[in-house]
């Protein structure tokens, strides 16, 4: 009797098994590693256009150079950025932040993969920014950061469009803006808010440099401290509360403080303005301070320090005033303090079995590229914020001199960093058969 019990029930689960199989597989977007990619035909195709059109490339990071982006003016690149996403056969749109985003459709119209680039720099507007030639080398303030990444964005787009490649996933290609210092990645935090449900993996593009990979978002703070008093006459009126006095006794204190090793740590004290001229006591002063830590919890014991600084400071100022006998006269013996935060960026960590981080593994060691894990503050900070899988990678070349009016570029090795863009972008996408 238990036999024949048995028996049916066995093959009932086996019949079940085998009809839960077909059903898993077809759900499963494949992976293709990057060796299987470069055999693609398509794929080859692909790295081919961007090897034969690297002097278009060369000159078209030259054209968004000489495009200003000083932050919060972002717009003038942002339609040059649109013209040549458009011209790769890219659905191309504008967001009310100013994102410029491109899609290309895929199997998949609920999975987006991202490849972004900023399109904002950090100098301000009337900043000379024609490129110059010496030799190989380009200079030109912003030409790395983000003009290589920019390049590599409508490049790497520009070739799937002329190998007719298909994903399996929606790809979306985003110039966006506020990725530098005040922008406080402003771009990237209303480009995922509004796309949160539909984003499965994102990469930023940031610089040149091909050996680290950013799977880590560093913290930070960015804090205004400003003080205001009455002003004065620097021989009349001695004696009276001086904002810059109160901030320097504030800053000598603040800038003693011990920050570890471990978690990393760091502070920059990065402006200071106030006063009008040598001889008058200034009616305000103010300071802008960067503060950045691998743990949150260290990061706010930092800004914490930073207030109690500076109210040490004010009040050493006005013991000062009070001893020369000039503090207490009504509202003109008084400092007022003011915090303003100007940018906090959220910390983040990709988790060590993410396939997106598989997937740049697997690129760089069949392109036989060395690189290293690293911890940095980019727009990949808010997808990482956000349990959202993300990476921000190089574009391949030489560069120096970031953030300053001699930075430079160097084309040679740019094929590597672009096969490298390409083939992690279509491993995750995944290419259609």
């Not at 290609?173 to 994102?202: C, H, I, P, Q, T």
């Not at 993410?354 to 808010?382: C, F, H, M, Q």
């Amino acid at each position: 009797m238990r036999l024949a019990t048995r028996v049916p029930v066995k093959l009932l689960l086996v019949s079940c098994i085998l009809l839960l199989v077909p059903t898993t597989s077809a759900q499963t977007t494949s992976q293709p590693s990057a060796e299987e990619l470069a055999q693609d035909p398509r794929v080859a195709r692909a790295i081919d256009w961007l090897t034969k059109n690297a002097s278009w490339i060369n000159e078209e990071q030259v054209r968004i150079t000489e495009t200003a982006a000083p932050p919060f003016h972002e717009s003038l690149r942002a339609a040059y950025l649109k013209r040549l996403l458009s011209a790769a056969g890219l659905r191309v749109r504008s967001d009310e932040a100013g994102n410029v985003i491109a899609e290309r459709g895929g199997g998949t119209r609920n999975e987006w993969v991202v490849l972004s680039a900023h399109l904002d720099t950090v100098f301000p507007p009337g900043t000379d920014v024609r490129v110059k030639r010496e030799g190989a080398r380009l200079l030109g303030p912003g030409i790395s950061d983000n003009g290589a990444g920019l390049a590599a964005l409508v490049a790497v787009a520009r070739a799937l469009h002329e190998s007719r490649l298909k994903t399996q996933r929606n790809l979306v290609f985003v110039a966006d803006v506020g990725e530098e210092g005040e922008g406080n990645l402003r771009g990237m935090r209303k480009f995922v808010d509004d796309n949160r449900s539909r984003l499965k993996y994102m990469i930023a593009l940031e610089g040149a440099a091909t050996d680290y990979i950013t799977n880590a978002a560093l913290a930070s703070r960015r804090v205004e401290v400003t003080l205001s008093g009455p002003g004065g006459h620097s021989w009349s009126d001695f004696g009276m509360p001086n904002p810059i006095h109160a901030l320097a006794r504030g800053v000598a204190r603040f800038v003693k403080v011990h920050v570890p090793e471990n978690p990393r740590t760091t502070f920059n004290i990065g402006a200071i303005e106030g006063g009008t001229s040598v001889n008058s006591i200034p009616y305000r002063a103010s300071i802008k301070v960067d503060m950045r830590s691998e743990s949150e919890p260290e990061l706010a014991r930092l800004e914490n320090f930073l207030r109690d600084s500076i109210e040490a400071g004010v009040e050493e100022e006005m013991a000062a005033a009070r001893d020369r006998g000039v503090a207490g006269r009504g509202a003109n013996g008084k400092l007022e303090t003011k915090f303003r935060v100007l940018g906090v960026r959220p910390g983040g960590e990709l988790p060590d079995s993410s396939p997106l981080l598989a997937a740049v593994r697997d690129v760089d060691r069949y392109l036989k590229n060395a690189s290293r894990l690293e911890r940095s503050s980019t727009d990949a900070n808010i997808p990482l914020s956000l349990g959202i899988h993300a990476i921000s990678i190089g574009s391949g070349g030489r560069a120096g001199g970031a953030h300053s009016l001699g930075e430079w570029y160097e084309p040679a090795g740019r094929d590597l960093g672009l096969q490298r863009v390409l083939l992690t972008l279509l491993e995750v996408a995944g290419v259609t058969q």
